[in-house]
């Protein structure tokens, strides 16, 4: 799990509290970088946040550090989110359905059924990141950068082939999300919802039987451990960016803010093929494992109400001209390696 320990690494390395970070600051000229993350501490991620910390001193001359938070300590997306808001932690990597209550329209990167190859989401995250950062930067947080976390698929206790058979299952359904919601109206099934900290436990008691994730980020969860059979066809791309707070951001001088993004830019390119390479790894390894991958009946009407939902969502989560943008970029990129 180098690449995703790397991942939220990244996140941290920008941030820094306004609060009493900031009083030390003023009185000793350094600043602790306080950062949220789910992932559980691991000799791997301590050594990595050493030479994390080594660098970045390095590049604003000891000004500024970094202390990580693991295991959720924090909470969950929503709850970074809010403690971030209050100051009570500095910056946190978040979901697209989290990140939207900054950033309103961005809802669109996870339009089900959309992505077909990796060229098609750097295209339209390269296209669509200077309005979505400044809108961003206007709401108080600035834009660390954007991320992917693998493909979702469907994880089950029991094989999902069609609509029928998710109607007899008790699929998770995480609050934030609005295609999801709109998918579980479309095909009218009744969807359990659960925080993001509350289905690890909902797997276990049965709660639920079925959840959407990225392979290596299910298995960083565990959520996978509690599930014996996976979707072979992908149905999104997981995505989300890293907030930090902008009265943090502002406080830095440009010499620092500048080795600040020169340092993360740095990583997130090395990461990010590094990445997504892991993801179709670790997918084949839970299938060596024993996890037993299923087909669709009929994958064009999955696909089908994937395009519908994308096209409700109009007006309500992103505006014509934004998706009108986003599906010129995704037409004129199909024809690339898919990925996807």
Not at 293 to 303: G, M, N, Y
């Amino acid at each position: 799990m180098r690449a995703f320990g790397w991942t939220v690494l990244i996140a941290a390395l920008l941030l820094a509290v306004p609060g009493s970070a900031k009083l030390r600051a003023e009185e000793t000229g350094k600043v602790v970088i306080k950062i949220s993350t789910i992932q559980t501490r691991s000799s791997e991620l301590t050594l990595q946040e050493k030479r994390a910390n080594e660098r970045l001193a390095k590049a604003t001359d000891g000004r500024i550090s970094l202390r990580f938070y693991y295991g959720g300590i924090a909470g969950d997306d929503k709850t970074a989110m809010r403690k971030m808001r209050v100051a009570q932690i500095d910056a946190a990597p978040l979901g697209v359905d989290v990140v939207a209550q900054a950033v309103h329209q961005c809802t669109v990167l996870m339009m089900p059924q959309t992505f077909t190859n990796w060229k098609q989401v750097d295209a339209v995250r390269d296209a669509m990141a200077p309005e979505f950062n400044a809108e961003a930067y206007k709401n108080g947080f600035k834009v660390l950068g954007w991320w992917d976390l693998g493909q979702a698929r469907m994880f089950t206790k029991k094989p999902v082939k069609n609509f029928e058979d998710l109607r007899t299952m008790r699929p998770w359904l995480y609050p934030e999300n609005a295609p999801l919601r709109e998918f579980y109206k479309m095909v009218n099934a009744k969807g359990v919802p659960l925080d993001l900290s509350e289905v690890y436990g909902g797997l276990m008691t049965d709660m639920i039987d079925v959840v959407w994730i990225s392979p290596v980020l299910g298995a960083q969860l565990m959520w996978v451990t509690k599930t014996k059979f996976v979707s072979s066809m992908p149905v999104a791309v997981i995505q989300g960016a890293f907030l930090l707070r902008r009265p943090l951001w502002d406080s830095f001088s440009k010499d620092d803010q500048s080795a600040v993004e020169s340092v993360m830019n740095e990583q997130f390119d090395a990461n990010r093929k590094e990445y997504r390479d892991a993801d179709v790894k670790v997918y084949n390894k839970l299938l060596q494992r024993g996890v037993q991958a299923f087909d669709f009946d009929k994958p064009a009407e999955w696909q089908e109400v994937g395009r519908k939902i994308a096209q409700g969502l109009i007006g309500r989560s992103y505006s014509q001209d934004v998706f009108d943008r986003v599906m010129s970029i995704v037409k004129q990129n199909a024809g690339a390696k898919a990925g996807t």
